[in-house]
């Protein structure tokens, strides 16, 4: 796999991170679990691809270009959907939430 502007880790790289994520998602449950009857509303997010930013507009105006329409995660988005974690109602928190573009290959 090549090289992704996503703080530079290629698909080798990341498969090598992958216990790593696994482990932070774990905690966040273990949270979730202890902090909950808390009320605290205790969520992981993932946000899988490339955000259509300053860094990546400034260090790779290329590749932004190549992901095209729907390509790129829009920070208004990112930030919407952690409002929707914020202002959702005990009876139906959310524990994971994944972003990707539309585009995204899985």
């Known amino acids: 796999m090549g ?7 290629s698909g080798v790289d990341r498969r090598g991170r ?3 994520w696994a482990g932070l998602r ?12 808390k009320n605290v509303h ?16 400034s260090r790779a105006p290329e590749y932004l270009t190549t ?5 790129a995660l829009k920070l208004d ?4 959907a952690y409002w929707y974690l914020h202002t959702q109602p ?6 994971e939430l994944d972003l990707r573009p539309f585009k995204e290959p899985f």
């Not at 205790?42 to 507009?57: E, F, L, Q």
Request: proline share 2%; aromatic share 6%; glycine share 16%.
């Open 26 to 37: 774990s905690v966040a449950q273990s949270f979730a679990r202890e902090f909950g009857p």
């Open 18 to 20: 992958r216990g790593g």
């Open 67 to 71: 992901l095209g329409e729907d390509g």
């Open 77 to 80: 988005d990112i930030a919407d």
């Open 90 to 95: 005990r009876s139906a928190w959310t524990q």
């Open 42 to 57: 205790v969520a992981h997010v993932v946000i899988d691809g490339s955000i259509d930013g300053d860094r990546i507009k």
């Open 3 to 9: 090289a992704k502007v996503d703080g530079g880790i």
